[in-house]
């Protein structure tokens, strides 16, 4: 019997939880917990982590599950880690719902770096104002440049004092379109996007409509993790659960 775990916390996880619905299979749905307002899911739902690599094998074993698909934002590297890891241990077989990286086009301004202490030297030390969409987990590391003002666009409101002395906090929850962000960087004199490179739709409105007002961004690249199969549609993790050979897995160092 097919018992699947989806680690979620996407929107592509959400469109595969609601295919997996449909098809009437066993599987049940993890969040992290570092959202307060979760998106409704169509399966069982679990909140929290598992305690590391060792305790998600021992879940895997307890709850007998043979498949587990990581759909979690690629940025989510630990997680993403422990996956690989706890899925050898358990032998159970493992898969990752991965949305393509975003490409820069002909007229954009992209500083690419490889990770937050370069987006951070990247920005000028006094006068910017920055658009930092990169969520609430890392600001503490743009403290080091206190000359600049931050926007945050956050999904939930702050439950603790943020760490930048000099920064404005706007409450919203995306898909968001072209139009409303590049009003909201107007509006605030945004003269700088940081930004990971998540990749999707739903946040993507961000890089046109600083392509439109000819606005740098500093894209920070995604890490690395251990090679695992991944597939880039949910079509093609319904066809890998059911055995099917056109599934069109590629590894991913």
Request: net charge neutral; hydrophobic share 45%; charged share 20%.
């Amino acid at each position: 019997m097919t018992r699947i775990l989806l680690l979620g916390g996407t929107t592509e996880a959400s469109r595969l939880a609601e295919a997996l619905a449909k098809a009437g299979m066993d599987a049940v749905f993890s969040y992290a917990g570092r959202t307060a307002r979760p998106v409704t899911q169509p399966l069982p739902l679990r909140v929290g982590g598992f305690g590391g690599g060792e305790g998600l094998a021992a879940f895997l074993q307890a709850e007998g599950i043979t498949h587990v698909i990581d759909g979690t934002h690629p940025f989510a590297a630990q997680m993403s880690a422990n996956a690989v890891y706890a899925c050898e241990l358990a032998n159970v077989a493992l898969c990752a719902l991965e949305r393509p990286a975003w490409q820069a086009q002909l007229s954009d301004d992209w500083r690419h770096v490889d990770n937050l202490a370069e987006a951070v030297e990247a920005l000028p030390e006094v006068g910017a104002r920055v658009f930092l969409a990169i969520g609430k987990q890392n600001l503490a590391a743009f403290a080091g440049k206190p000359g600049n003002h931050y926007l945050l666009r956050l999904v939930d409101p702050p439950e603790g004092p943020i760490p930048l002395p000099d920064k404005t906090v706007e409450i919203a929850r995306g898909p968001f379109d072209v139009a409303g962000d590049r009003a909201l960087m107007q509006a605030h004199g945004i003269t700088h996007i940081v930004s990971k490179n998540a990749g999707g739709s739903g946040a993507e409105a961000k890089l046109q409509a600083a392509r439109d007002l000819g606005l740098p961004v500093i894209m920070i690249a995604r890490p690395k993790v251990p090679q695992r199969l991944t597939f880039g549609a949910v079509p093609a993790v319904m066809a890998w659960l059911s055995g099917r050979p056109d599934h069109g897995a590629e590894p991913s160092a």
